[in-house]
């Protein structure tokens, strides 16, 4: 079966350490993109990438990195710059950018 | 700037029939999509609207009227697992979603 892995579902962290989401896709699609998603807001870009070993910045993305070294994998890295990063995570790709998004299920980060 | 404005909340009868509304002031306009997402989980893909006009599929029609920038999801014979939030996102001249903060629909027996 094709989709969008995301791991893990529930992620604890203490404040100042940095921490990696994964995001793994075989659905064979080109573009990727990392989103944040706060209560009672929009989903938020972070970073997104159109093909490997290329990625671009989103509205918020500062405090966060990522890398596209492969096409089926695009993780995210929440670094201790990021000032608020108790969120939901969601991964999403699509075969181009104008096409729709398929999401994975989502990690839900924890600062403490 | 851009903006997209949704009703936060609705609630419904099972049965009965909703029409969630969104509005949009975007850099150009590419495409309007609409995604349902269950409380936790990831949102799903529901319609496409890039004309002006009605896409029927199956209980679920979307409408766009691009001169409006306006849209309208009609969910039909409401079931109970239709409550989730409903997503409005429309992609922008530089081919970015933009997205609104979603309509929680509520559906009652």
């Known amino acids: 079966d094709g989709g969008i892995t995301q791991s893990p579902k529930y992620l604890f962290r203490k404040e100042g350490q940095n921490v990696t989401l994964s995001c793994e896709q075989n659905?064979?699609?080109?573009?990727m993109y990392w989103y944040r998603q706060d209560p009672g807001q929009g989903l938020r870009l972070i970073y997104y990438?159109?093909?490997?070993?290329?990625?671009q910045k989103g509205d918020i993305a500062e405090g966060y990195s990522v890398s596209r070294e492969k096409k089926e994998s695009f993780p995210l890295t929440v670094t201790s710059a990021q000032k608020n990063p108790t969120a939901f995570y969601l991964c999403a790709s699509s075969i181009a950018e104008v096409d729709e998004q398929f999401f994975g299920p989502g990690t839900r980060l924890t600062v403490l | 700037g851009q903006n997209i404005d949704q009703p936060t909340e609705m609630t419904a009868t099972e049965g009965a029939i909703v029409q969630i509304n969104c509005t949009y002031q975007t850099s150009g306009f590419n495409g309007l999509f609409w995604y349902q997402q269950h409380a936790g989980e990831a949102p799903t893909f529901l319609s496409y609207?890039?004309l002006d006009g009605l896409e029927e599929k199956g209980r679920f029609s979307s409408f766009l009227s691009r001169s409006k920038g306006y849209s309208y999801l009609l969910l039909k014979e409401l079931q109970m697992k239709d409550s989730a939030s409903y997503l409005c996102?429309?992609?922008?001249?530089?081919?970015?979603?933009?997205w609104g903060a979603g309509t929680k629909l509520i559906i009652k027996p």
């Open positions: 996102a429309v992609l922008d001249s530089n081919y970015q979603l933009i």
């Open positions: 990438s159109q093909i490997v070993n290329d990625f």
């Open positions: 609207n890039v």
């Open positions: 659905l064979n699609h080109d573009a």
